[in-house]
């Protein structure tokens, strides 16, 4: 099967500071990224995409960075806020199936 | 429209048992998939519809797992004769357009098996 993976679990920042969550996934084929926040008790919540003709995006305080070289995508948060902490998943679309990485915990230090 | 909705939220059943989970996607919403989430894990990719065709299922998606989208519009995940290994947040997302396109999830129905 695929593999889209985390390289940290968990992840703690003090608020006001940039965040970074780094994912890893293996189907090169994949042409689209998306990262999601997922908050406990609630489904998975859209931030940010990326295909895979672009090597960076920006949103509103988030930045999506993507080196297909190396296979590896990566979410920064500018000026973490505490509601900001949640789950955020990785998660790579090869046209037929949808792969979500485990997840980096992050908490935000007030 | 208010969003991908699920029903119910949450769901108790004997191991045994037969249990229908309902979604109901954003309207004019394309593609509807189905996942399911352990606690800790990231969502698993279980199967999806084009409108009213299923065009993908995982592996996952053993034989007493069923879904349907008769009409294109919601959608329903049977599992017959329940597990306690199939104890998890079932999530269901619909998407506009063929591919590629931002999934929207509902909240999911959080199913127990005992």
């Known amino acids: 099967g695929e593999s889209v993976g985390l390289h940290l679990p968990t992840l703690s920042v003090q608020e006001g500071d940039n965040s970074i969550i780094n994912c890893a996934y293996s189907n090169s084929a994949s042409d689209y990224f998306i990262w999601y926040k997922q908050e406990s008790g609630k489904g998975p919540q859209f931030i940010i995409d990326?295909?895979?003709?672009?090597d960076k995006r920006q949103g509103q305080r988030v930045t999506v960075l993507l080196n297909k070289t190396v296979k590896h995508l990566s979410l920064q948060i500018a000026a973490t806020q505490p509601g900001d902490s949640a789950v955020y998943f990785c998660?790579?679309?090869?046209?037929?199936?949808?792969?979500f990485g485990t997840g980096t915990s992050l908490t935000v230090i007030p | 429209d208010t969003g991908v909705s699920q029903n119910p939220r949450h769901k108790i059943t004997k191991r045994g048992q037969n249990v229908t989970f309902r979604c109901d996607p954003i309207s004019e919403h394309n593609r509807l998939y189905w996942y399911r989430q352990t606690l800790g894990q990231g969502p698993e990719f279980l199967t999806y519809f084009q409108n009213e065709a299923q065009l993908e299922k995982s592996r996952l998606l053993s034989d007493r797992f069923s879904a349907e989208r008769p009409k294109g519009s919601f959608s329903t995940l049977e599992i017959q004769r329940t597990e306690q290994g199939d104890s998890a947040m079932y999530l269901c997302a619909s998407s506009e357009g063929l591919a590629n396109y931002e999934q929207y999830f509902g909240p999911g129905t959080r199913l127990t098996v005992t």
């Open positions: 998660a790579e679309d090869t046209g037929n199936q949808f792969y």
């Open positions: 990326i295909r895979s003709n672009m």
